[in-house]
């Protein structure tokens, strides 16, 4: 079974703060998702990451996926309250039928006016 | 393009009853996943169609859980009898390719008393 560890489990923050989350297994995967997800809605895709020592921006975010394909970090320059909410992980592992995600079990973040 | 659908948005029920989910993909996304997220941990795998054929259950409770997509289109979840802990949100998902860019539904949440 591949295991995805997300930390820390919460953060609460100031606005204007920075944070970093983490994303990491002892398995390699062949791509990783980050997603966010507000209360009483769904995972919303944020990223998708393919190749060792990526990095995406998306703004005010900065995604990296590890040199080695299994570990991932999300970081967020001058957090707002908007940025509230559960952040998710998920690595795909195409050797794996149907090449499905595992998610890990999350970060929450809370970002205070 | 419209999202992915599901219904209820809510269910009470005691334990020991039966209850179904239904759940309409994006047009088009041929690979659908059901996934339960308990509340305060990342979302789990069900199980995962390819139109109209499972690629994964493995992790299905197969004794009370059963899940069908007919015609590769809509797909229903059913537990029956339900147990107290399968009080969740149940999640639906699809996407255009195994692995690839997930969207999620509102999920159904499911308490039973």
């Known amino acids: 079974t591949q295991l995805l560890e997300q930390s820390p489990q919460f953060l609460s923050i100031q606005e204007g703060e920075n944070l970093t989350v983490y994303c990491n297994s002892s398995s390699v995967f062949s791509s990783l998702q980050w997603y966010r997800q507000e209360p009483g809605e769904g995972p919303v895709l944020l990223v998708t990451v393919v190749t060792g020592g990526e990095v995406k921006k998306l703004k005010r975010l900065t995604f990296q996926f590890g040199d080695a394909r299994k570990d991932s970090s999300l970081h967020i320059t001058a957090a707002q309250p908007g940025d509230t909410g559960l952040y998710l992980c998920a690595g795909a592992d195409a050797r794996r039928a149907g090449n499905m995600l595992t998610f890990g079990g999350g970060t929450r973040l809370m970002v205070k006016p | 393009e419209a999202g992915v659908a599901q219904s209820p948005r809510y269910k009470i029920i005691e334990k020991r009853q039966s209850v179904a989910f239904w759940c309409n993909p994006i047009?088009?996304?041929?690979?659908l996943y059901w996934y339960q997220q308990i509340l305060g941990q990342g979302p789990k795998l069900l199980i995962q169609f390819q139109n109209n054929g499972v690629v994964d259950d493995s992790q299905l409770p197969k004794d009370r859980f059963s899940a069908e997509r007919l015609k590769g289109v809509d797909s229903t979840l059913k537990i029956q009898p339900a147990k107290l802990e399968d009080s969740a949100v149940y999640l639906c998902?699809?996407?255009?390719?195994?692995?690839?860019?997930?969207?999620f539904g509102s999920g159904t949440r499911l308490t039973v008393v």
């Open positions: 998902a699809s996407s255009a390719d195994r692995g690839y860019g997930y969207t």
């Open positions: 047009s088009g996304h041929a690979t």
